[in-house]
């Protein structure tokens, strides 16, 4: 199957600081990209949709301007955690859209102190 | 609204002792039913995708089937490296977009 990496796998930061996380579809071309927030033991939350060369669409409750997205190439989006507080703390996955089928990225871990 | 359920929320099995996943969905227009597997601490892994009713897959000791109200993932002798959260999902479309909606889960344990 496709290969979805994120960067980094597990970040710890200052509350009020903030952290870029990094997502990448190695072995093809994503135009869409979908960011995630899973607490424990809960099912993925979809936060926002990533499309090549145009805004993020965010799911209704999803701050815009906390959590920044950009998607600048077909194989790279990012997120932006900003002012991030310690109930910001969870795991964040991405995932890439091909061929009607999405593949995940190993997720990342955010701890905010 | 799409809605997936999924049961049980948490099944133990003994190694060997054969079971089966239930996701029940109720979606405008099926566009495709996802099972992924998933670890603690990593990402959903892809397994099956399901398009219409009577569509069966199978992958090892996995076997994935469709109705048109529901979905089952069944496991054939299995084993401890079995163990894992499985999640189903179907494809939603919302004002033009594709989004994945997504069941609870079942955490499933097997012990040796």
């Known amino acids: 199957g496709a290969v979805v990496s994120q960067h980094p796998s597990w970040v710890i930061c200052k509350s009020g600081t903030s952290v870029k996380i990094e997502c990448r579809s190695l072995?093809?071309?994503?135009?869409?990209m979908f960011w995630y927030r899973q607490f424990p033991k809960q099912s993925l939350m979809l936060m926002a949709t990533?499309?090549?060369?145009?805004?993020?669409?965010?799911e209704q409750g999803v701050e815009k301007d906390k959590f920044l997205i950009n998607h600048a190439s077909l194989t790279l989006s990012t997120l932006t955690v900003t002012s991030a507080h310690p109930e910001d703390s969870s795991f964040y996955i991405c995932?890439?859209?091909?061929?009607?089928?999405?593949?995940f990225g190993p997720g990342t871990r955010l701890t905010v102190l | 609204e799409d809605q997936v359920t999924q049961s049980p929320e948490a099944l133990r099995l003994q190694e060997g002792e054969s079971s089966s996943l239930n996701c029940s969905y109720t979606?405008?227009?099926?566009?495709?039913l996802f099972w992924y597997r998933q670890d603690p601490g990593k990402g959903p892994e892809f397994l099956f995708t399901?398009?219409?009713a009577g569509e069966e897959k199978e992958k090892e000791r996995l076997k994935a089937t469709l109705t048109k109200k529901e979905s089952f993932l069944h496991i054939t002798a299995p084993k401890p490296e079995d163990s894992a959260t499985y999640l189903c999902?179907?494809?939603?479309?919302?004002?033009?977009?594709?989004?994945?909606?997504f069941g609870q889960g079942t955490r499933l344990t097997i012990n040796p």
């Open positions: 995932s890439a859209s091909g061929n009607n089928e999405q593949f």
């Open positions: 072995d093809f071309q994503a135009t869409t």
């Open positions: 990533s499309n090549e060369g145009s805004k993020a669409t965010y």
């Open positions: 979606v405008s227009g099926l566009r495709g």
């Open positions: 399901l398009y219409s």
């Open positions: 999902a179907t494809i939603s479309w919302v004002q033009g977009a594709q989004k994945l909606v």
